[in-house]
C-alpha cells in the first residue's frame, strides 16, 4: 500500500518517517521544506532513539504524488481550505484518509471532499516540534488513538479499516488504541487542548509553568470540567476524575511549548475555530454553555488579531 502524508512538520514529519523507516512506500508532500528534503532527507531526533531517511519521497505539489490507499493529514486546520483541491488528487478510490489534527469537526468537512472514502480520525498525544527544514525534534509521548468516522459521530466500532491501520502503526513503533466512539475520543482530547493550548498564549507559559503554579492549574482544571460537562451533555460519558487524570499525565509530561503557543510566537493564526469555536457550538446545541472556555476563546481572538498575521 501507498501511503501519502499531507503537512510534513512535526507531527506528519514524526509519524510519516516511523511509517518509512519501516520500509512502507511513503510520499510525503511539503511546501516550503521541498528542495532541503529531496537534497538531505528527513531527520528525526527522538527520545526513542534518533534515525534519519537520507532519501524520501518528497513532491511540492500534489498533482506530482502517486494515488495514495492512505492519506495521512497532518497540516494544521487553518490550512484546511487547501485540502479540497489536494484530496481528490492524491486519494484512490475507496481509500483511506486519516485526520492527525486537533479539535472537533474535522472529519465531517473532510468527508464532503472525498465521500467514497474512509474517514479516520487520529488524535495524537504527542510532544513534537519542527526545530528545522526537514528536521523533526520528538521530545515525550507519540501514542496515537484512532477511530472511524460515521456521520454525526455516530459510534462505528472498531472496523477493518482501524485494524489494518493498527497493525501497521505498531509495526512502526507506534502505540496505537482504537476507539469505537471518535466523538467520545475527540471531547476526551480536547480536555487537555482547550486548557493547556489557549491556557499557553494567554498566560505566556510553558506547560510545567501552568502545572505547577496553584492558579494557574486550578484555572486549567475549571476549564477541564466545563469540557467534560460539555460532553456529557453531548451524550459522551466522561467522567469529571478525567480532569485529574489528564492532569497528573500532564505532571509527568517534560516541559513543553504547546502548538498554539509556537504558532502565537511565530505569528501564524491559532487553530480557535476547531479547538474552540466548534465544541461550544455543540455545546450551546445540547443546552449549555461553557463560560469559562468562551472567554478564554475570546481572549485567543484578541490576541490573534492584535500579533498574528491573519
Request: aromatic content about 8%.
Amino acid at each position: 500500500m501507498k501511503y501519502g502524508i499531507i503537512g510534513t512538520g512535526a507531527v506528519g514529519g514524526y509519524y510519516g518517517g516511523m511509517l518509512a523507516r519501516l520500509g512502507l512506500d511513503v510520499h510525503f508532500l511539503l511546501h516550503s521544506d521541498y528542495q532541503h528534503v529531496r537534497n538531505n532527507g528527513l531527520i528525526i531526533d527522538s527520545k526513542e532513539g534518533d534515525f534519519v531517511l537520507p532519501e524520501v519521497n518528497a513532491y511540492p505539489h500534489p498533482e506530482y504524488m502517486p494515488l495514495c490507499d492512505v492519506v495521512i493529514i497532518a497540516l494544521k486546520t487553518t490550512q484546511n481550505d487547501q485540502l479540497k483541491t489536494i484530496l481528490p488528487r492524491v486519494v484512490k478510490k475507496r481509500g483511506v484518509v486519516v485526520v492527525l489534527q486537533n479539535g472537533l469537526g474535522v472529519e465531517k468537512d473532510i468527508a464532503q471532499i472525498v465521500t467514497d472514502a474512509v474517514i479516520v480520525g487520529g488524535l495524537c498525544f504527542l510532544c513534537s516540534n519542527k526545530i528545522g527544514p526537514g528536521h523533526i525534534n520528538h521530545i515525550d509521548y507519540g501514542a496515537i488513538t484512532l477511530g472511524e468516522y460515521a456521520p454525526e459521530y455516530r459510534p462505528s466500532g472498531i472496523t477493518k479499516s482501524l485494524e489494518f491501520l493498527s497493525y501497521d502503526f505498531s509495526q512502526a513503533g507506534i502505540n496505537v488504541q482504537l476507539s469505537d466512539n471518535l466523538g467520545e475520543a475527540r471531547w476526551k482530547k480536547l480536555v487537555w487542548n482547550i486548557p493547556f493550548n489557549g491556557l499557553s498564549v494567554v498566560l505566556s507559559s510553558t506547560t510545567n509553568q501552568l502545572i505547577g503554579s496553584l492558579t494557574a492549574r486550578s484555572l486549567a482544571k475549571e476549564l477541564m470540567i466545563e469540557v467534560i460537562i460539555g460532553a456529557r451533555k453531548c451524550g459522551y460519558s466522561i467522567e469529571k476524575e478525567y480532569a485529574n487524570e489528564i492532569l497528573r499525565h500532564t505532571e509527568q509530561m517534560v516541559d513543553y511549548k504547546p502548538s498554539m503557543k509556537l504558532d502565537f510566537e511565530k505569528g501564524r493564526p491559532l487553530e480557535t475555530d476547531t479547538m474552540y469555536k466548534n465544541p461550544i457550538a455543540e455545546a450551546e446545541s445540547a443546552g449549555y454553555i461553557m463560560k469559562a472556555v468562551r472567554a478564554l476563546f475570546m481572549q485567543l481572538k484578541y490576541l490573534e488579531e492584535k500579533h498574528c498575521h491573519i
